[in-house]
Nanobody
Framework: EVQLQASGGGLVQAGGSLRLSCAAS????????IGWFRQAPGKEREGVSC????????YYEDSVKGRFTISKDNASNTVYLQMNNLKPEDTAVYYC?????????????????WGGGTLVTVSS
């Protein structure tokens, strides 16, 4: 059974940092992509950053480039999202999800499984 567990959200002031974790289990595929997505109130869910577990290729949404870093720990099957210089517009519920085909489009529409969300609130 595929399981994704997201954690690490919280309340932080603008300019601060948080690290999100996504613990993945139940995968039997050789090539897949895990990504972080977010949904702010009244907005559609969007892709923030994705990483291909096989080749390590990464994708970042334009607004987070230079501030967020996605990484993976193969030993623990965990994907991290280090978020620095957070801005109030980063406030959202963050979800991790897996694309079992290993694609890098990083859109919610290609995700096969979702983890629960973790709330990130950035105060100004």
């Amino acid at each position: 059974e595929v399981q994704l567990q997201a954690s690490g959200g919280g309340l932080v002031q603008a300019g601060g940092s948080l690290r999100l974790s996504c613990a993945a289990s139940g995968f039997t595929f050789d090539d897949y992509t895990i990504g972080w997505f977010r949904q702010a109130p009244g907005k559609e869910r969007e892709g923030v950053s994705c990483i291909n577990y096989n080749n390590g290729n990464t994708y970042y949404e334009d607004s987070v480039k230079g501030r967020f870093t996605i990484s993976k720990d193969n030993a623990s099957n965990t994907v991290y999202l280090q978020m620095n210089n957070l801005k109030p517009e980063d406030t959202a519920v963050y979800y991790c999800a897996v694309d079992l085909l290993g694609g890098m489009t990083c859109t919610p529409y290609v995700a096969h499984y979702w983890g629960g969300g973790t709330l990130v609130t950035v105060s100004s």
